[in-house]
């Protein structure tokens, strides 16, 4: 059963940091790409950023550039994204989603997490 469960949200000040990981199981991370997606109240989901099956491509939104990174360890079937000087238009609830191919539109990722909750606020 493929499963992706995402761990690491939390309330964090305007200029902090967090770490988001998205555990696999139920397949091996190393045939498939894994893509990182935001969903603020009232707004679309939006890809943040996404890795290749081997981690030699990566994809960030302009909005996270510089600021998230996103990183893989297939031997412990997980992906993170280090999201670092985070503003409060980062609040969201984040998801992982998988894929053949990194990309940053929804329709290519055919499973998902259940969401974790970032909110950024002083």
């Known amino acids: 059963q493929v499963q992706l469960v995402e761990s690491g949200g939390g309330l964090v000040q305007p200029g902090g940091s967090l770490r988001l990981s998205c555990a696999a199981s139920?397949?091996?991370?190393?045939?498939?790409?894994i893509g990182w997606f935001r969903q603020a109240p009232g707004k679309e989901r939006e890809g943040v950023s996404c890795?290749?099956?081997?981690?030699?491509?990566?994809f960030y939104a302009d909005s996270v550039k510089g600021r998230f990174t996103i990183s893989r360890d297939n031997a412990k079937n997980t992906v993170y994204l280090q999201m670092n000087s985070l503003k409060p238009d980062d609040t969201a609830v984040y998801y992982c989603?998988?894929?053949?191919?990194?990309?940053?539109?929804?329709?290519?990722?055919?499973?998902w997490g259940q969401g974790t909750q970032v909110t950024v606020s002083s």
């Open positions: 890795i290749s099956s081997r981690g030699g491509s990566t």
């Open positions: 989603a998988r894929s053949g191919l990194c990309r940053l539109s929804r329709e290519n990722y055919n499973y």
């Open positions: 139920g397949f091996s991370l190393n045939y498939y790409a």
